[in-house]
C-alpha cells in the first residue's frame, strides 16, 4: 500500500513573509511515522502557491491535512486539479477539519475526515473496506446517505511517548534544520513537539485540542540525542501553545536534558513562570522564551478572557532577565474595544519593560476560525466570519501576518484603529526593529493564489437536522 500525505508549506505567511521556514508539518510527519513503522510506503507532498497540481494514481489513499483555515482554499484547488484514482481513499484532517468536518467532507470532496488524535485512526480506516460506511471507527466524520454523519470521539491519553518520532527523512534537510532561528545566533536546530492541546480559552486563540497530553522527558531526550547523531542539531525550539502548563513535567524534561548541552527556546504564558522554574531553564540550555503578552491593557486582556494581568507581565519579564533568559513578547492589536487609550498602555508597559525584552513580534487581531471571536462574531460585531451574513468563501483571509482586514467596527472606526497600530508598530520598531521593512517586503504570492481561486461561499454545512452522531 502507497499512502500520499500533503501539506501546505506556506513561506509568505511566515513572519513579515520573508520567505522563510517556519515549523515542519507535525500532523503529516506523525502519522507518516506510524504508517513507516506498520510497513506502509508514504510519500509527502508539498502545496506551494505555484505548485497545487498532482498525480496521485499511484497512491491507494491521499491524505489532506488542513493545518490552518487559511489554507483551505489551496486544498480545494489541489483536489479540483490534481489527478486520483477512483479507487483511492481520499481522508481530510488538521487543524481546519477538527473544527469544522462537515464543511471539511463536502467541500474538499473527500471519502472521511478525521477528528481528533489522528495516528490510531488513519491507521483503522487504511484497514477499512472503502465500500462501506466508517460507522465502525471512533473520530471520524462521513458520508451516509447524503447525510453528514460523526462517529464518537476517539479516546485520547495522557502521555504520547508511545508515538515514534516525527518521520523528518521524508523531507529535504533545509525543511526542518534551520540555522537562522535561534534569535541572534547560527545555532544548527529543529523544533520539536514536547506535548500536545491547551486548556486555556484565550478568545482569540484557535487550539484544535483542550486536553493536554505530554511527553516525558526521557522520550524527549532521546528524540532530541537521535536528532543530534542524525542531523548534528546544537539547539532546539519548542512547537506548541504553550510549554508550561504542567511544571512536574517541565522539570522532568528539564533534568533529562540538562547534560545535552543545546540551546533552546520555548513559549509560555507569563502566569505560569517563577524564579525557581526560570532558574531551571536557564540550567537546561533554555536560551529564549516567547511570552504571549498581547496587550498592556487590563481591560483588553479582560475582554480577551487572558486570565493574566499586567502585573504578571512585569513580573514574567523581569524575572525572565534575572534569570538570563531572553524574552521574546508576541502582541495582538485590535481585538474589539481596541482604542487609543489601550494603545498608549501598551505603549507604556512596552517602554517600562523594554530593557527586558529582546525581541517583539506584533500581530493584528483576526477572528481565527475555531476562536471564541470567530463562533461569537454577531456578540462582538465582526463582520465576515464563517456561518455569518456576508460571508464570501475566503478562508485565506483568516492568515495572521500583515492582515489588514477590516473587521469590526464603522469605517471611520477602523480609520481610527489602524491609526493607533501604526503608532504601536512605529513604537516597536524604533525599539525592536525587523529585518526587512514593510517596502522591502516579497509580493504576497499566498495571498494572490487564494483570492483567484473560486469561492466555497456556495456550500454549506449540512443543517443540523440533517447530522447524525451515533452513540454507543
Not at 145 to 168: L, S
Not at 311 to 325: M, N
Not at 418 to 432: D, P
Request: charged content about 25%.
Amino acid at each position: 500500500m502507497k499512502v500520499a500525505l500533503v501539506y501546505p508549506e506556506v513561506l509568505d505567511m511566515a513572519r513579515y513573509r520573508e520567505m522563510r521556514r517556519e515549523f515542519p508539518p507535525f500532523g503529516v510527519l506523525y502519522l507518516a511515522a506510524i504508517l513507516e513503522e506498520r510497513g506502509i510506503g508514504v510519500q509527502i507532498f508539498t502545496l506551494k502557491p505555484d505548485a497545487l497540481q498532482f498525480d496521485f494514481r499511484e497512491f491507494d489513499a491521499v491524505g489532506f491535512s488542513v493545518s490552518a483555515s487559511a489554507t483551505f482554499n489551496m486544498f480545494m484547488e489541489c483536489r479540483q486539479r490534481s489527478q486520483i484514482s477512483p479507487d483511492s481513499l481520499l481522508m481530510a484532517g488538521g487543524v481546519h477539519a477538527n473544527l469544522y468536518p462537515e464543511q471539511t467532507l463536502t467541500d474538499l470532496r473527500v471519502d472521511v475526515v478525521g477528528v481528533g488524535e489522528g495516528e490510531d485512526t488513519i491507521w483503522e480506516l487504511l484497514n477499512h473496506p472503502k465500500s462501506k460506511p466508517f460507522n465502525d471507527v471512533n473520530g471520524v466524520c462521513f458520508l451516509s446517505n447524503g447525510n453528514a454523519v460523526r462517529t464518537p470521539p476517539r479516546q485520547t491519553t495522557r502521555y504520547i511517548d508511545r508515538f515514534p518520532f516525527p518521520a523528518r527523512h521524508l523531507l529535504n534537510r533545509a525543511d526542518f534544520i534551520m540555522t537562522d532561528r535561534m534569535s541572534d545566533t547560527d545555532v544548527p536546530m529543529t523544533h520539536i513537539m514536547p506535548g500536545r492541546g491547551c486548556p486555556f480559552p484565550c478568545r482569540y486563540c484557535a487550539s484544535a485540542q483542550t486536553k493536554v497530553q505530554y511527553r516525558t522527558g526521557a522520550n524527549i531526550r532521546s528524540e532530541l540525542v537521535h536528532l543530534a547523531a542524525a542531523y548534528g542539531i546544537r539547539g532546539f525550539a519548542v512547537v506548541g501553545n504553550d510549554f508550561i502548563l504542567s511544571k512536574a513535567n517541565v522539570y522532568d524534561i528539564c533534568s533529562q536534558i540538562a547534560d545535552l548541552n543545546l540551546r533552546w527556546a520555548t513559549l509560555s504564558r507569563v502566569d505560569r513562570v517563577d524564579s525557581e522554574l526560570l532558574c531551571a531553564l536557564y540550567n537546561a540550555g533554555c536560551y529564549e522564551i516567547e511570552y504571549g503578552v498581547e496587550s498592556g491593557s487590563q481591560r483588553v486582556l479582560d475582554a480577551m478572557d487572558k486570565r493574566a494581568s499586567v502585573d504578571q507581565i512585569r513580573f514574567a519579564l523581569k524575572e525572565t532577565h534575572k534569570a538570563q533568559i531572553k524574552s521574546k513578547v508576541f502582541l495582538v492589536h485590535g481585538y474589539p474595544g481596541e482604542d487609543e487609550k489601550s494603545t498608549d498602555e501598551t505603549i507604556r508597559l512596552l517602554d517600562e519593560t523594554g530593557s527586558f525584552i529582546h525581541r517583539v513580534s506584533l500581530f493584528r487581531f483576526v477572528p481565527l476560525p475555531g476562536t471564541f471571536a470567530h463562533n461569537n462574531a454577531r456578540s462582538l460585531g465582526i463582520r465576515g466570519t464563517y456561518g455569518e451574513d456576508g460571508w464570501d468563501g475566503d478562508w485565506g483571509k483568516f492568515h495572521i501576518h500583515h492582515n489588514h482586514h477590516h473587521w469590526w467596527g464603522t469605517a471611520a472606526d477602523f480609520d481610527k484603529l489602524t491609526k493607533h497600530y501604526w503608532k504601536l508598530h512605529a513604537y516597536v520598531e524604533s525599539r525592536w526593529p525587523s529585518k526587512y521593512g514593510l517596502t522591502e517586503l516579497p509580493q504576497d504570492s499566498w495571498a494572490s493564489q487564494s483570492s483567484a481561486f473560486a469561492r466555497s461561499g456556495a456550500r454549506q454545512v449540512p443543517k443540523q437536522s440533517q447530522l447524525v452522531r451515533l452513540i454507543g
